[in-house]
């Protein structure tokens, strides 16, 4: 969120102007969406719609900058993520293979790398990382937190964070050396022997 202003738009909101909650919820609403999808949840508007309701229900007790503001949205997201995967432990879902939208202007080099490999791909190499290195890739590169905004909301240390992203790299930069040549090609393509 642009942090000039800020001041205005959360005091506008806390107030329950419209026109402030539009403004926040264009600003986080894709990047909550590209956090549950890459998190594995076929249906993030439930969650979605969950987070800003706690949001909304949290908001006036609210201090702090932009910096501050969206860690705590993504503390609560969090939160909901964990209850949603608590309740449906009995009965898990299998990710739709979607196209990951964090509501970057410009492509980015994780979602022109996730558009190439493709969604379903993608999602399953994710799943060969522990749960919190997956929360530190979505936070980090889908929702695009900085490495102290991570750390607060999972708990962690900052230094934390970065061990679980080296980790993270690592160990999807192998996954990916390991798929076979052939599955990447097109579709008719053979390779020289």
């Known amino acids: 969120m642009d942090p000039h202003g800020f001041d205005e738009l959360i005091g506008a909101a806390q107030l329950g102007e419209e026109w402030a909650w539009t403004r926040i919820y264009d600003a986080i609403a894709p ?3 590209g956090y549950f999808r890459v998190r594995g949840i076929g249906n993030p508007e439930d ?7 706690q949001l909304a229900r949290n908001l006036p007790e ?4 932009s910096s501050s503001f969206q860690s705590w949205v993504f503390v609560i ?3 909901r993520l964990s209850n949603q995967r608590r309740s449906f432990a009995r009965k898990p879902e299998t990710p739709r293979p979607e196209l990951i939208d964090d509501g970057r202007r410009s492509a980015s080099a994780e979602n022109e790398a996730l558009a190439e490999i493709g969604t379903a791909d993608a999602l399953r190499m994710l799943h060969v990382l522990t749960a919190e290195q997956r929360d530190v890739v979505a936070l980090r590169f889908v929702t695009d937190l900085s490495v ?5 909301v999972i708990g962690v240390s900052t230094g934390a964070v970065k061990q679980l992203t080296r980790r993270a790299l690592l160990r999807l930069r192998k996954e990916i050396s390991y798929e076979p040549v052939t599955q990447m090609l097109s579709p008719g393509v053979t390779t020289p022997r």
């Open 47 to 53: 969650l979605v719609g969950e987070t800003f309701l």
């Open 148 to 152: 102290e905004e991570t750390a607060a």
């Open 62 to 65: 609210f201090e702090g900058d």
């Open 31 to 33: 990047r909550l969406m």
């Open 77 to 79: 997201a969090h939160h």
